[in-house]
């Protein structure tokens, strides 16, 4: 695909006129239960899209660094199905959406003792404690290298994000206890939980963000560097969990408006797999009372609805995404 100066112009202005649109609104709360997190600006919106030949589109707080909290159980999701293999995961952590909020632990003490899904916090907490490594760091370090493989660069951790959630966590210790208690987590417990808080901690950007999500468009394959970050065999398990459970209790009405799979985070991130197409990366701190980045939600809605992003959209779209990227498309919108 040809691109122009004028193409990156084009579309840049389009999400110009929705950041323009949405930052002046002043809905939604910062996080406040981790209280690092409310330290966060509550006027930060980026938006950032990203192509399959590894083009970037974006404008605002693009390059605001902020924690990927829930947004990382995606990625680590699919780790332990490259650890472990999708019919051995199956039996520990299912796929089946609950409508509850993220951190509801009601439903590990009934019938199978297995968390519903993983991207709430009990399936994920399980999942991390099965990633496979000798000791905590050999751990670690192999879940830092899968995030550089998906964002392209060096990651850090946020320490004092990180000894927040570990000094408030109570709720997450519980239900890993708990899970425990069913051997659902195996090993160390307090481990377990370490590295899942230290996954919730990893500094992204709107940018990165949005390179995930390309990568997950792309099959696997990170667009920007050329390398693989996930197998290609468990693209698509990672994709429709984060369809059917990626946005809190808000997953089907998103799934009903917005029709990307996509993952949110407390910490104002959303990151959404348009697949075969593009990757979208949204930042911006106040949550609604689900959790989800209040903004970024109203942005991606935008996206979905004006260029038919939607993955069940058989309509036409008001513009055509292929024509404004390489500038051929008409001028008004
Ligand atoms: N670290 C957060 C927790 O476990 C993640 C929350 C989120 O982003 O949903 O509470």
């Known amino acids: 695909m040809f691109l122009t100066g004028a193409a990156v112009t084009r579309v840049e202005e389009f999400l110009q006129a929705l950041h323009d649109r949405y930052q002046s609104l002043r809905d939604g709360q910062l996080a406040s239960y981790i209280p690092e997190l409310a330290k966060a600006n509550p006027d930060w919106l980026g938006i950032s899209v990203v192509t399959l030949d590894g083009r970037s589109f974006e404008v605002g707080d693009i390059a605001q660094k902020f924690t990927i909290q829930s947004i990382s159980k995606v990625f680590v999701y699919g780790m332990a199905l490259e ?14 959406p609950t409508g509850d909020p993220f951190n509801s632990l009601i439903r590990l003490d009934m019938d199978s003792k297995r968390p519903d899904n993983p991207m709430i916090n009990a399936g994920a907490i399980a999942t991390t404690s099965l ?22 660069h060096e990651v850090f951790i946020d320490v004092p994000v990180f000894m927040s959630e570990r ?13 425990f208690n069913f051997g659902m987590v195996t090993g160390d417990v307090d481990e377990a939980l370490d590295l899942y808080f230290q996954q919730c901690s990893l500094l992204v950007t709107g940018h990165d963000l949005a390179v995930m999500a390309a990568t997950l468009a792309n099959g696997g394959i990170n667009p920007v560097t050329g390398e693989r ?28 408006r917005v029709g990307m799979p996509a993952k949110s985070g407390v910490g104002g991130g959303i990151t959404a797999v348009v697949p075969g197409k593009l990757g979208i990366g949204t930042f911006s701190p106040p949550l609604d009372a689900k959790g989800n980045s209040y903004r970024g939600i109203r942005v991606c809605e935008s996206l979905a609805r004006d260029f038919g992003l939607h993955l069940f959209n058989v309509a036409k779209a008001d513009r055509d995404l292929e024509e404004w990227l390489t500038g051929s498309g008409a001028d008004s919108w």
Request: aromatic fraction near 10%.
């Open 83 to 96: 650890d472990h293999g999708r019919e051995a995961l199956l039996k520990k952590v299912g796929v089946e």
């Open 229 to 256: 970050a996930l197998d290609e065999h468990y693209v698509q398990d990672v994709i429709s969990v984060m369809l059917t459970c990626g946005m809190y209790d808000y997953s089907g009405e998103w799934t009903y």
């Open 167 to 179: 000094a408030t966590g109570h709720r997450n210790r519980a239900m890993a206890h708990l899970m």
């Open 131 to 152: 990633l496979k490594g000798q000791n905590p760091t050999e751990r670690l370090n192999r879940m830092l290298a899968m995030f550089e493989r998906y964002i392209g």
